[in-house]
């Protein structure tokens, strides 16, 4: 899969490395490759924890400045805006200097951030640092799938990619689990600096463990003169940021990404108020690491969602193998089908059991069924998009990326009031109603995917197209 976040056509063709290059990335011994993926994924995990784990905290943060829970709930929502707007920024920088560079600084900027906002005690100071802390933490949104890209062939993403997907889908209900143990009985500040402490810890491990796996910035350094190849800055930005909207506005695919990223990851972080509500001091009554523990029940059904795609990533590639090595991004969908009819029905019985007389480990159960849903969805979207789009991958995801965060940020900011006004049945059951729309979705790609991919002027470039270099 191309990077998540960055068209490959920005990339210098005629860079390639010989056959059997020991310094080609692909060509790493399988440890090497494997230590990488090991190292960015803590880091990847704590790029939600940023946004989730300040939400344990939120209540010593309103009682500190003396401000509504609308405006306490900016701090999470101008965090995850910024991760909207950041790798458009960062993804270009990373063609000029690399990925591991990018990584490290951005990275490092982010952990300076998380310092100043725990000192910090001037409220729109605080809200500044917030959404520069996001646009800064996107680093693995902006690189992480190309890294898997310069590590393995297309078709020998499938581990690595579920892997990618299942910290950036659990990142939000284990980054609440975690800090939800420091945030009781302390102040909002000790959050931080614990977020600084374990960031910092892994900051390092990924300063140790990551080299460069970017081809062209290998091969630049071997031979100076293909950076003459290479676009200006401004060129790449003006491509970073028009693309991913040309996406959005004409292709359906994409359109259908984004509703789903959209409406599943807004949810996602919405989930942070709606547990405080249903098993605080408001529903069951739990403390905060309580609410905490109720998130375990997402975070296995996320972490199952890992073990089924195994099935679905056997039956692909057998889909594959029948068709001679034709690119069937069809054979992706199968368990998606399953996942979309369950997702609203979740949702829908989750709303039923958050009375009160009804033990608690019901509902917590019906939200891991939403968990895997909510992975196995993601996860399609985002290999669909990969497999029909292949170099411009990156800009069809990048719009998708752009419409998830944006709706991150702006569901939990009307979510309090949804359920205040509603109640925690009626209101979680009209988040349901909005999901039945997206049920057929899979179903339309799995039935009509070769005929939409045909027509469209990207996608139709890779209708037989297995597997094309790294970036």
Same mark, same amino acid.
Request: with cysteine; aromatic share 14%; glycine share 8%.
């Given at each position: ?28 011994? /399988? ?11 803590? &880091? ?57 560079? &990018?990584?490290? +600084? ?18 729109? #100071? ?10 800064? /933490? ?91 190849? $290479? ?6 930005? =003006? ?18 990404? #984004?509703?789903? $990223? ?49 099935? =679905? ?5 057998? +889909? ?10 069809? /054979? ?8 979309? &009819? ?40 985002? &290999? ?11 800009? #069809?995801? +990048? ?73």
């Amino acid at each position: 899969m191309r990077d998540l976040h960055f068209p490959r056509d920005y990339y210098d063709e005629n860079a390639t490395f010989p056959p059997g290059d020991p310094e080609n990335p692909r060509n790493w011994p /399988a440890w090497r490759k494997w230590l990488t993926v090991a190292a960015i994924i803590p &880091v990847d995990l704590s790029v939600s924890w940023g946004a989730s784990g300040f939400s344990p905290a939120m209540h010593s943060f309103r009682e500190h400045f003396s401000i509504s829970t609308t405006v306490a709930t900016l701090g999470l929502s101008l965090y995850i805006l910024g991760l909207a707007f950041g790798p458009m920024s960062l993804a270009p920088l990373s063609e000029f200097f690399g990925r591991s560079i &990018v990584y490290n +600084a951005s990275y490092a900027v982010f952990l300076v951030l998380l310092a100043v906002t725990a000192l910090v005690d001037n409220l729109v #100071a605080f809200m500044v640092l917030r959404f520069l802390s996001g646009l800064f /933490a996107c680093v693995t949104v902006a690189n992480f799938g190309g890294t898997i890209a310069d590590l393995w062939p297309h078709y020998e993403t499938g581990v690595a990619m579920s892997l990618y997907l299942w910290a950036a889908t659990c990142g939000s209900p284990s980054g609440f689990l975690i800090m939800s143990l420091v945030a009781e009985g302390r102040r909002w500040q000790d959050v931080f600096w614990a977020l600084f402490t374990i960031c910092s810890v892994f900051w390092i491990i990924m300063l140790l463990a990551v080299r460069e796996t970017r081809h062209t910035t290998i091969l630049k350094r071997r031979r100076r003169s293909l950076a003459r190849s $290479h676009r200006t800055v401004r060129e790449l930005f =003006q491509i970073a940021l028009a693309r991913p909207f040309r996406f959005l506005a004409t292709e359906a695919i994409v359109i259908f990404a #984004a509703l789903y $990223h959209g409406y599943l990851f807004g949810l996602s972080f919405l989930f942070n108020g709606i547990f405080m509500l249903v098993f605080g001091h408001e529903g069951h009554g739990f403390s905060i690491p309580g609410v905490g523990f109720a998130f375990l029940g997402l975070v296995t059904g996320i972490s199952a969602g890992v073990l089924t795609n195994t099935w =679905q990533e056997r039956r692909y590639l057998r +889909a594959v193998g029948e068709a001679g090595g034709a690119n069937i991004p069809e /054979a992706r969908v199968h368990l998606a089908k399953t996942a979309a &009819v369950l997702f609203p029905v979740s949702m829908f019985c989750f709303a039923w059991t958050t009375f009160t007389w009804i033990p608690p480990i019901v509902p917590i159960l019906v939200s891991g069924v939403w968990g895997w849903c909510f992975y196995t969805m993601i996860l399609m979207t985002v &290999v669909y998009i990969g497999d029909s789009y292949g170099v411009y991958s990156a800009s #069809a995801l +990048a719009g998708t990326a752009l419409i998830r965060n944006i709706a991150g940020a702006a569901f939990p900011l009307f979510g309090h009031h949804l359920m205040k006004q509603l109640g925690f049945q009626w209101g979680a059951t009209l988040l349901a109603v909005l999901g039945v729309p997206l049920v057929p979705i899979p179903f339309v790609l799995a039935r009509y995917g070769p005929a939409i991919r045909r027509r469209s002027p990207w996608a139709s470039q890779h209708m037989d197209t297995m597997d094309v270099d790294g970036e």
